[in-house]
């Protein structure tokens, strides 16, 4: 049975600023996925979050960027917006919504969307994950571990279904170009792109002996949608496991060790991305309450959630990161957080001017009187007193 798992998320409102969500509006979100299982769209369904940001999981056998399904996304968005966010007045209400009206799908619309359309195997394990705080690119380091480092994935080595390696399809954001890259012949030219993770952004990761996909990773930037700062982009990512693709454990693995990310507060600093628990984790009710985003709204956090598919049903969710194993990591992400913490304004923490082209930067750079470095070395002095006497330079000629 061919089936399609889509990941459609979005930030329609902080409960309180950028730290949660209300639970109303996962319990809407939730209902309203229910209707549209009752009516036959979508098989199954989970909603969940991961600081303020609300996934909606949704199988469903209509194929990738699919407007009914996108549509019924939208709609949901738009309606815990009006419903929920707007009504206890939570910040940044409808924040992600870039457009006023829907056009076929949410891809650059704001939303991040996953998908991944495929044929269920006799068994099909499945780890959706999601991000706050951070940009796609946070993903490259990980997924680049899972289905390339034989020093995280053992069976790149010992299991002869993944020895011919993967496929990479890298976007670069800023070009709008696709580079599809195979591991291990072109991993030096792979690791040369995605370590630029705010432009080149692995997308989708496939099974070079026969093309089947093995991965899929949110792409879009809101800032160059938008054209300024409405918040980073928080992705999403669905990832297949065992059976000639990395196991759960191997999968999960890429994440012990925080890596430092881009995001955090106001989208402006680099921090350590913490594998994070989640509160809950409810089943019947198909919701997860993902983790609270505190420390100078962090750091940047991801969940991830385990199902077993079934003629397109998720069995599940399990909580893979509620383990000890994982307490070390954590304790690691704190540390670092700490450490990088102290620079306050500083880079390495806060990000280059590149970086925060859509921030209060430029605002800052348009209100401050700069001087051509030649004319200013002529003549400091004249320039300094100009500055004690609160009058410009040409007026300081005069006197």
Do not use: C
Request: negative net charge.
């Amino acid at each position: 049975m061919k089936v399609t798992v889509s990941i459609i998320k979005a930030d329609v409102g902080g409960f309180p600023g950028h730290a949660h969500v209300h639970p109303k509006m996962l319990e809407y979100a939730a209902a309203k996925l229910k209707e549209a299982q009752k009516r036959g769209l979508i098989i199954d369904y989970f909603v969940y979050n991961v600081g303020d940001d609300i996934s909606l999981l949704m199988t469903h056998t209509k194929g990738e960027d699919n407007p009914e399904i996108h549509g019924l996304a939208w709609e949901t968005f738009k309606e815990v917006t009006e419903q929920i966010a707007k009504r206890y007045k939570l910040y940044g209400a409808g924040q992600d919504l870039l457009k006023d009206a829907f056009s076929g799908n949410v891809r650059g619309m704001g939303p991040q969307v996953a998908e991944m359309e495929f044929e269920e195997r006799p068994s099909e394990p499945l780890i959706v994950f999601a991000a706050d705080k951070t940009e796609p690119g946070a993903f490259n380091l990980p997924l680049y571990k899972m289905f390339a480092d034989p020093f995280n994935t053992a069976g790149l080595v010992i299991d002869p279904s993944m020895h011919e390696g993967f496929i990479f399809e890298v976007l670069d954001v800023v070009e709008h170009k696709v580079y599809l890259l195979k591991t291990p012949e072109e991993a030096y030219s792979l690791l040369g792109l995605i370590g630029t993770t705010g432009r080149y952004i692995i997308r989708k990761v496939f099974r070079k002996a026969d093309g089947a996909p093995a991965a899929a990773n949110s792409v879009e930037r809101l800032s160059l949608i938008a054209g300024r700062y409405v918040g980073k982009d928080d992705p999403v990512m669905v990832v297949r496991a065992q059976s000639g693709l990395p196991a759960v454990g191997e999968v999960l693995e890429a994440f012990a060790h925080p890596h430092l990310v881009h995001g955090w507060m106001r989208g402006s600093h680099a921090g350590p991305l913490m594998p994070a628990r989640f509160i809950s984790v409810d089943p019947e009710r198909r919701i997860a309450i993902g983790a609270k985003m505190t420390r100078f709204d962090g750091p940047p956090k991801v969940g991830a959630l385990g199902f077993q598919l079934h003629e397109g049903y998720l069995e599940g969710g399990v909580d893979l990161f509620d383990d000890p194993a994982f307490d070390y990591v954590r304790q690691v992400a704190a540390q670092v957080a700490d450490y990088i913490r102290r620079m306050g304004p500083f880079q390495p923490h806060r990000l280059p001017p590149e970086e925060m082209e859509y921030t209060a930067l430029p605002k800052i750079l348009s209100k401050i009187k700069a001087y051509p470095a030649d004319q200013y070395e002529k003549n400091r002095r004249r320039y300094v007193e100009a500055v004690v006497k609160g009058v410009k330079v040409e007026e300081s000629q005069h006197d």
